[in-house]
């Protein structure tokens, strides 16, 4: 997975599938725009790998890890209320 074929095109490190978005900021992995998401917080691009849907605010956001952690340490959704 995530490996070169013999004409050196890039395979997603998900879904096996062509990969046409760049690597994974966190993973460094080649991913495909069907397998990544952008972080609403950092703004970088991330593989489904390396993000989760975040629910703690009234509408669902999509964070990398990091973010995610960051957000759910500040017990305010990661939203800077001041």
């Not at 490190?13 to 460094?28: H, I, L, P, Q, Y």
């Not at 703004?43 to 009234?58: I, L």
């Not at 957000?71 to 939203?79: E, L, S, T, W």
């Amino acid at each position: 997975a995530g490996g070169l074929d013999g004409d050196g095109a890039v395979r997603c490190g998900v879904c096996n599938g062509w990969a046409d978005s760049g690597a994974c900021f966190f993973c460094e992995k080649a991913a495909c725009g069907m397998c990544t998401r952008q972080c609403a917080m950092c703004q970088g691009v991330f593989c489904s790998f390396c993000s989760t849907v975040n629910y703690a605010m009234r509408e669902e956001r999509e964070l990398c890890l990091s973010c995610n952690a960051d957000a759910d340490a500040a017990g305010d959704g990661g939203i800077d209320m001041a």
